[in-house]
């Protein structure tokens, strides 16, 4: 019991993370009818502005007065200590803070930047597109998914870096005594369980954005018809736009919260790409909830394969069993688990 | 329905023009002359491509060597395969590579059970790649449009794990599979401790080459390559013959209207399943003479960015042109190599004329896109290709042919097929 609990557990980050790349994915396919290969990049982008975020933030300078000895004319830069300027301007205390809480504070960073970043990939490349055959839509966002991966390896290296969770959340929650097992049995880090939470805002969040607001009203209708929409005045693109950014965003987000858990390197948005879109083809192409729904039982699905148990029976299965589950998926319901008609089907 | 009925007449039934009629080798003129083009372009590729004399400034843009030479023809093969399923049928397949892969691993071991002969590896390759092929597209093809791009790139990546992981035993895992001296052969392995085993043709070895001197030019003229190049042109032989047949035909069908061909009562299914089935089995081909070549295998082959190469190279030749796919082959893995052999010294030594600022400068601007920025440069090239050239060099090479001479019309089926590609767009 308490296995299944902790495989559960283990399968709801990287089930967050798909489900928030999919949904983001969906968003896209549903407005404006493109096959974004891209998005997995803007996940990436996202952890990367985190990474950015912090060294801004640890930007500092070397006090002149304090802390430098010199010796006979030689100065010794091991004893001049970097002040961060945000240590300077707040004060040791909160400056400090600041500098710990980076991640989450990168947020707020990202937002602009990605909702940027996708109005501009959206104005300037995708909205060509729109009439073009999908092989062709699926070819140049996977050309533009390589110029970004490839881009932010000239700028920041091929090698992953560290981006630490704030220290009030390292460190791991004991489910197992909260709930009646052995202690220590259901061992669970705490920013997993911060980036559950997160992931379940946003969508949350985005669910709440499409269906309880005007403007919400006007895309999901959009989306339903869109030439109807466009009869009655309403200028349909531009809000497409917006919602290209808010699905950046979105991807942006998963990809600032993630970093802790995975350090960022510039080929994550990739390896996350080719799972998220069998996510959304489980799901359903075109379906909202479905995006969701599927990226959690697809996490929650590799995290039981994970088990020694599992993998003693039938070695690898870890590697393929979300490929195994698409292809049965595609197979027996070729809508995917919550698909609607005619989307999607030539 | 009169108008259904005679629409459907002029898909059904060949066009008059391109049913092959006699001819050369049962090809057309026009066809026969590409097939001729492409031979003496095989024959003399070490020729064309080392137009600069070794040791010279300009050598490294020398492209005449057996190994690089291997590549373009191989991957031509490559390309050639891959544009029958995407180029007739409009099927965009995203796990080519894995046939690739798997042709490599079939005929490594062939060369390590078997025999050092490269023919039964090169078969085994082919029956292996077309039996994968078949298991793969047979489920695949239940779905078309991206469903299909998605359901092979899962086939694909799940064939790459597979063979990083668990499969180890077979595929060598992460270090791969070499050719060794204690591989226990049927035929021919009694090689002394030490000695290298090397891919051979019936005493021929693969590496072997002749170097010819004509004052400063070395051109290189290398086995190996020669017997790829006449795998190629049977290949690309064969292409033709598929491409101008009634078989060809029900493909283009496929692609322009699935529903009309339901309505006259044909079933596209075996016909995609056939094509896909024949260009595994060129991707077959070509893991096999990549493997007859360097004698070595690796999952890495199989990465869905090498899937996405062969894609590339299509698009960027012209798909569903004939010549297209090998030119795209070739001007990829040419800009591959010298693109990725360029350093900043290099790049420092082109622009020494000009004043140091200005020179720094270019050389700033330059050095991302070269050396181990070669990637960049592919995804730009990419995203260009499909932007400004969906239709590929032949589209823009019959487009400048246009410009040049206004008062013949351009006819030929390259054009055909790159205004067909544009009223799809439409």
């Known amino acids: ?346 | 329905m009169t108008d259904q009925t005679q629409q459907t007449a002029t898909v059904t039934q060949p066009r008059p023009r391109t049913r092959s009629s006699g001819g050369i080798l049962g090809l057309t003129k026009k066809d026969f002359g590409l097939l001729v083009l492409v031979a003496i372009l095989t024959i003399f590729a070490p020729v064309i491509l080392n137009p600069f004399p070794a040791g010279s400034a300009m050598a490294q843009f020398n492209a005449g060597y057996p190994d690089l030479m291997q590549r373009f023809v191989i991957f031509g093969i490559f390309a050639i395969g891959f544009n029958i399923l995407f180029g007739l049928t409009g099927y965009l397949s995203f796990g080519h590579a894995a046939f690739l892969g798997v042709g490599s691993y079939a005929g490594i071991w062939s060369m390590k059970l078997l025999t050092l002969n490269v023919i039964p590896a090169i078969l085994v390759s082919v029956i292996v790649a077309g039996l994968f092929s078949l298991i793969v597209g047979f489920i695949s093809l239940r779905r078309s449009g991206i469903y299909f791009s998605i359901l092979t790139l899962a086939f694909a990546m799940m064939s790459y794990a597979l063979a990083y992981s668990v499969l180890t035993p077979i595929t060598g895992g992460e270090t791969g599979l070499q050719l060794r001296a204690s591989d226990p052969r049927i035929f021919g392995g009694e090689l002394m401790p030490g000695m290298t085993p090397r891919a051979t043709l019936f005493g021929m070895q693969m590496q072997d080459s002749t170097d010819l001197r004509f004052g400063a030019w070395t051109f290189t003229l290398n086995t190996g390559y020669y017997i790829a190049g006449i795998v190629l042109l049977v290949a690309f032989y064969l292409s033709i013959r598929i491409f101008r047949s009634p078989f060809g035909m029900m493909l283009r069908a496929v692609k322009s209207n699935q529903n009309r061909l339901n309505y006259t009562g044909l079933s596209p299914k075996p016909y995609t399943l056939a094509a896909f089935v024949i260009s595994g089995m060129y991707a077959g081909l070509a893991g096999g003479l990549l493997v007859a070549m360097d004698t070595q295998v690796g999952a890495e082959r199989m990465f869905w960015t090498a899937s996405g190469e062969v894609v590339l190279m299509t698009i960027l030749g012209g798909a569903g042109t004939l010549i297209g796919p090998i030119l795209g082959a070739g001007f990829i893995k040419y800009f591959e190599n010298i693109v990725s052999t360029i350093n900043k010294s290099t790049l420092e030594s082109w622009f020494a004329f000009m004043p140091d600022g200005l020179q720094d400068a270019f050389v700033a601007v330059i050095y991302p896109f070269v050396g181990k920025g070669w990637h960049l440069t592919l995804g730009l090239l990419f995203m260009l290709v499909v932007i400004f050239l969906p239709g590929g060099l032949v589209q823009g090479g019959s487009k400048l042919a246009t410009v040049f001479r206004r008062d013949r019309k351009g006819g030929g089926v390259e054009d055909d097929a790159a205004a067909q590609r544009q009223a799809r767009e439409e």
Request: proline share 5%; net charge negative; aromatic share 14%.
């Open chain 1, 1 to 346: 019991m308490d296995a299944i609990i902790l495989q559960i557990l283990n399968g709801l980050d990287k089930g967050s993370a798909y489900a928030l790349i999919a949904l983001g994915l969906t968003l896209i396919f549903g407005t404006l009818g493109v096959v974004n290969f891209a998005h997995g990049a803007l996940f990436m982008l996202g952890a990367f502005c985190a990474v950015t975020f912090s060294s801004l933030l640890s930007f500092g300078f070397v006090p002149e007065d304090a802390g430098s000895t010199s010796v006979g004319g030689f100065s010794f830069g091991a004893l001049q200590r970097e002040t961060p300027y945000v240590v300077h301007w707040f004060g040791e205390n909160a400056g400090n803070a600041i500098i710990d809480w980076a991640v989450p504070l990168s947020i707020l960073f990202a937002i602009p930047v990605m909702i940027a970043i996708g109005v501009i990939m959206e104005r300037g490349l995708i909205k060509h597109f729109y009439k073009r055959p999908h092989a062709d839509q699926i070819l140049v966002t996977f050309g533009l998914a390589i110029v970004l991966q490839e881009v932010i390896k000239y700028f920041y290296g091929a090698n992953p870096i560290p981006t630490p969770a704030p220290d009030a959340f390292v460190g791991s929650f004991d489910f197992g005594a909260m709930l009646g097992f052995d202690p220590g049995s259901i061992v669970y880090p705490y920013w997993r369980l911060v980036y559950f939470f997160f992931a379940a805002i946003i969508i949350a969040a985005v669910f709440a954005f499409l269906q309880f607001t005007t403007f919400g009203m006007v895309v999901r209708a959009g989306m339903a018809d869109r030439e109807t929409v466009t009869l009655l005045g309403i200028d349909i693109d531009k809000r497409f736009t917006i919602m290209f950014g808010l699905a950046a965003a979105v991807a942006g987000l998963a990809g600032v919260m993630y970093t802790p858990i995975n350090s960022p390197n510039y080929h994550m948005g990739m390896d996350f790409l080719v799972l998220s879109f069998v996510v959304v083809v489980v799901g359903g192409m075109g379906s909202l909830p479905g995006a969701v729904l599927a990226g959690f039982l697809l996490g929650i699905i590799e995290a039981f394969a994970s088990m020694t148990e599992v993998l003693d029976v039938l070695p690898g299965i870890n590697q393929i069993v979300i490929y195994l589950v698409a292809i049965i998926v595609l197979l027996t319901r070729p809508r995917g688990l919550m698909g609607r008609k005619g989307v999607m089907e030539e």
